[in-house]
Nanobody
Framework: QVQLVESGGGLVQSGGFLRLFCSVS????????VAWFRQAPESDREGVAA????????QYADSVKGRFTISLDSPKNEVYLQMDSLKPEDTAMYYC???????????????????WGQGTQVTVSS
């Protein structure tokens, strides 16, 4: 069974940084897209960054471009989200998710993702 486990969240001041980790087990990574989503209270789930198993066509939400970096460490079966220049509006629960690469549609359509982690909280104070 595929498992995704996030870690690395926490409390940080505005302008600070955090690195999120997503451990991916039992997943044929080259055939999947792994993405980070976030959801703040009373808000819709938002796609933040996505990386296919080939590491081509990496995508970022406009709100995080230039500040966040997604990367894949294949030998360690981990996906990272480096978050720099954090803002209070980045505060949310962050989730790692995976879907087959051959699914049509946007990498940020959370309905297409079939595997999810439990989430890790990121809080940015002003």
């Amino acid at each position: 069974q595929v498992q995704l486990v996030e870690s690395g969240g926490g409390l940080v001041q505005s302008g600070g940084f955090l690195r999120l980790f997503c451990s991916v087990s039992r997943l044929a990574r080259r055939n999947f897209v792994v993405a980070w989503f976030r959801q703040a209270p009373e808000s819709d789930r938002e796609g933040v960054a996505a990386i296919p198993g080939t590491s081509e066509e990496i995508q970022y939400a406009d709100s995080v471009k230039g500040r966040f970096t997604i990367s894949l460490d294949s030998p360690k079966n981990e996906v990272y989200l480096q978050m720099d220049s954090l803002k209070p509006e980045d505060t949310a629960m962050y989730y790692c998710a995976a879907r087959p690469i051959f699914y049509a549609g946007s990498y940020f359509d959370h309905h297409k993702y079939i595997y999810w982690g439990q989430g890790t909280q990121v809080t940015v104070s002003s």
